[in-house]
T-cell receptor
Framework: GEDVEQSLFLSVREGDSSVINCTYTDSSSTYLYWYKQEPGAGLQLLTYIFSNMDMKQDQRLTVLLNKKDKHLSLRIADTQTGDSAIYFC????????????FGTGTRLQVTL | DAGVIQSPRHEVTEMGQEVTLRCKPISGHDYLFWYRQTMMRGLELLIYFNNNVPIDDSGMPEDRFSAKMPNASFSTLKIQPSEPRDSAVYFCASNARDSFTIYFGEGSWLTVV
């Protein structure tokens, strides 16, 4: 199957770390992505990870991949109000230029 | 680069009318995707093209939907006749053959009343 699931909502205080989780069911996924969608806007690619990696760090973002449990997470360090958005994980099966299957999206709310 | 450009950004139309959504992909990109986003179903891939040729249209909901890509710089998604359940945000996206990055447009927000 190609189900990708996420929790719907996460609220954190400004300055704290946010952890957004995602589970997928198809072990043949080769690339996993995190996209950010701000209100009224399109999707912006934040980062991606190959299925043969465990972790990827990019500035405030850390992606962890547990292939055994089919679990992907995105950690945002020092969360800011500008990070408030919907975050989607997505998977593809054939790598480059492949169609994406998106998760349900997690709405991150950052409070002062 | 201007990114993926979609038009119109917003459209309100009456049930039964024809709707045409337009997309200009990023120059040089080989792949073009049409996605639909709704509260109930999330993001769904409708169809995608490679070098202007439709590759997978299994996500197109029904015959009322059609998509074309007459050249490398232009694609349309047409709904005829439109129904209220077609109300959604329609995203166009593109990427290059050797890239992991799919770029999305800002979306066309369609309301059918």
């Amino acid at each position: 199957g190609e189900d990708v699931e996420q929790s719907l909502f996460l609220s954190v205080r400004e300055g704290d770390s946010s952890v957004i989780n995602c589970t997928y069911t198809d072990s043949s996924s080769t690339y996993l992505y995190w996209y950010k969608q701000e209100p009224g806007a399109g999707l912006q690619l934040l980062t991606y990870i190959f299925s043969n990696m465990d972790m990827k760090q990019d500035q405030r973002l850390t992606v962890l991949l547990n292939k055994k449990d089919k679990h992907l997470s995105l950690r945002i360090a020092d969360t800011q109000t500008g990070d408030s958005a919907i975050y989607f994980c997505a998977e593809s099966f054939t790598g480059t230029a492949s169609k994406l299957t998106f998760g349900t999206g997690t709405r991150l709310q950052v409070t002062l | 680069d201007a990114g993926v450009i979609q038009s119109p950004r917003h459209e309100v139309t009456e049930m039964g009318q024809e709707v045409t959504l337009r997309c200009k992909p990023i120059s040089g990109h080989d792949y073009l995707f049409w996605y639909r986003q709704t509260m109930m179903r999330g993001l769904e891939l409708l169809i995608y093209f490679n070098n202007n040729v439709p590759i997978d249209d299994s996500g197109m909901p029904e015959d009322r939907f059609s998509a074309k890509m007459p050249n490398a710089s232009f694609s349309t998604l047409k709904i005829q006749p439109s129904e209220p359940r077609d109300s959604a945000v329609y995203f166009c996206a593109s990427n290059a053959r050797d890239s992991f990055t799919i770029y999305f447009g800002e979306g066309s927000w369609l309301t059918v009343v």
